[in-house]
Structures are given as structure tokens and as C-alpha cells.
């Protein structure tokens, strides 16, 4: 009934930037958190942000000081600015919705980052 839409992946340059979205739709109720995920090919799915719904924020240690991640509660998207972009941040990057209420958590299908000179 939930459904994510992932939008902004591309290829890029090392030290480039790219910008994701992530838009909600459905049956959406009630306060909820929102994140990024990546999976890089052979390694398991790991976090790379989160947002409460308050606006609190999580990265990982991997991240912080060059994404961040925001939301529009309105619009109920998600984003994630990326900036100075490494090879090691080559995945698919997944955008995840938890409605806390209901204990629902929902994903959407990815989109792919390749960061490569």
C-alpha cells in the first residue's frame, strides 16, 4: 500500500556530487522515519542515513561531513545530497520508510550510484 520511488542515480566522477530522491506515496499515516541504504555488489545492504520525522539525523561514519540527508514532510520525500563522492560509494542506494505505528517498514527498488573515473 506504501510505495517508494528512488530517482537521481547516474554516473559520476570521483569528487562529483549527485542528488537522490526518494518519494513516498500511498497509504501513508501517522509519524515516520525515513533513510538511505546502499549495497555494494558482494557486501550486504548497510546504512548510510536515516531522518526522524522531527528532523533528527543519522550518518554513517563513512558519510558524514560530505552527504546529507533531508526531508519535505509535505511532500513526503526524501533526499540525499551527495558531495565529493568516492569509488567506494559505488552501490545501490535504497530508500526505506518505517512507519512507526504500525511496525511497517517499506523499501524501494534502487537506484544505482557508480562513482568511476
Known amino acids: 500500500q506504501v510505495q517508494l520511488v528512488e530517482s537521481g542515480g547516474g554516473l559520476v566522477q570521483p569528487g562529483g556530487s549527485l542528488r537522490l530522491s526518494c518519494a513516498a506515496s500511498g497509504n501513508i499515516f501517522g509519524v515516520n522515519a525515513m533513510g538511505w541504504y546502499r549495497q555494494a555488489p558482494g557486501k550486504q545492504r548497510e546504512l548510510v542515513a536515516t531522518?526522524?520525522?522531527?528532523?533528527?539525523?543519522n550518518y554513517a561514519d563513512s558519510v558524514k561531513g560530505r552527504f546529507t540527508i533531508s526531508r519535505d514532510n509535505a511532500k513526503n520525500t526524501v533526499y540525499l545530497q551527495m558531495n565529493s563522492l568516492k569509488p567506494e560509494d559505488t552501490a545501490v542506494y535504497y530508500c526505506?520508510?518505517?512507519?512507526?505505528?504500525?511496525?511497517?517498514?517499506?523499501w524501494g527498488k534502487g537506484t544505482l550510484v557508480t562513482v568511476s573515473s
Open positions: 531522518i526522524s520525522n522531527g528532523g533528527i539525523t
Open positions: 526505506k520508510l518505517d512507519q512507526l505505528a504500525y511496525g511497517m517498514t517499506y
